[in-house]
């Protein structure tokens, strides 16, 4: 499949459109006032072409650690030695949120080898790796954009570690995700909901249950507003890459609106 094709979903009838229309990252619950609005779509429409003409990078040099080891982000100290003036390594910011996992025991969750960034181009990245549960909420849970995104770790801030002692599971709001007939009647034509796509790789979570947390957007520019009701994400449950022709490591938290979910009553968002 390639990144001008489109993908449809026999069995529940619903079509999701080209590569860039199925990226939830491009395609988020907000309202652009204009011209603001106008500036973004022009600058996915420019990286798709680029795509188109170029092609998509190659995978970069895999981590040293593989998915499932375990791993300890360096103390602050360690870290600093490894960025230049502006906290980069080799181009890669390590961001406010993450100094809050510094000496912080995670399992390696996915290898990152090409991701889309936050420009909307394919980047190919070397010896980097998300850890599960370090997202740009930070370890407190108060931090970040909202979005929940996998945080990036090169493997010069992290060294090997033994697993920890589970930690206790905190109190939560739970959600199943409702069948794939009941979520098509709350699509358009496009397979999208208020311009959100439900996107490749998602059906395979219908009938499950999750731990579920409302997304309330944090730092928004002033032009941007939240749109098309309340959206949910479902602990553990991130893109596979399969809206983008081969792949993308990036690791967004799918979303998921309140229609294609049965919320169960009870405990607050966690």
């Excluded at 967004?252 to 049965?262: D, G, I, K, N, P």
């Amino acid at each position: 499949m390639t990144a001008e094709t489109s993908w449809f979903d026999g069995a529940a009838g619903m079509r999701c459109g080209t590569a860039a229309e199925r990226c939830q990252y491009k395609n988020l619950p907000l309202c652009d006032l204009p011209p603001l609005g106008v500036v973004r779509r022009a600058r996915l429409a420019f990286e798709d072409l680029r795509e188109s003409r170029s092609g998509l990078p190659a995978p970069g040099r895999p981590s040293r650690f593989s998915v499932g080891d375990w791993v300890r982000v360096k103390d602050e100290a360690a870290v600093r030695a490894t960025l230049d003036a502006e906290d980069r390594h080799r181009g890669l910011w390590f961001t406010r949120s993450q100094w809050s996992f510094c000496g912080g025991v995670h399992r390696v969750e996915r290898v990152v080898r090409r991701m889309v960034d936050d420009h909307y181009r394919m980047r190919r990245l070397a010896d980097t790796v998300t850890l599960a549960g370090a997202t740009c909420h930070g370890a407190d849970g108060t931090q970040g954009c909202g979005l929940d995104c996998a945080l990036l770790f090169r493997d010069a801030w992290l060294e090997p570690a033994s697993a920890p002692l589970p930690p206790a599971r905190p109190a939560t709001r739970w959600a199943t995700v409702r069948s794939l007939a009941e979520i098509s009647a709350t699509l358009g034509a496009d397979g999208r909901l208020d311009g959100v796509p439900f996107q490749p790789g998602m059906e395979r979570h219908v009938g499950t249950r999750h731990g579920a947390f409302e997304l309330r957007h944090r730092s928004l520019a002033w032009w941007q507003r939240p749109a098309g009701g309340r959206w949910f994400i479902l602990r553990g449950l991130r893109c596979g890459g399969e809206p983008v022709a081969n792949g993308c490591d990036r690791q967004c938290a799918l979303l998921w609106h309140e229609s294609w979910l049965r919320l169960e009553p009870g405990t607050a968002d966690s």
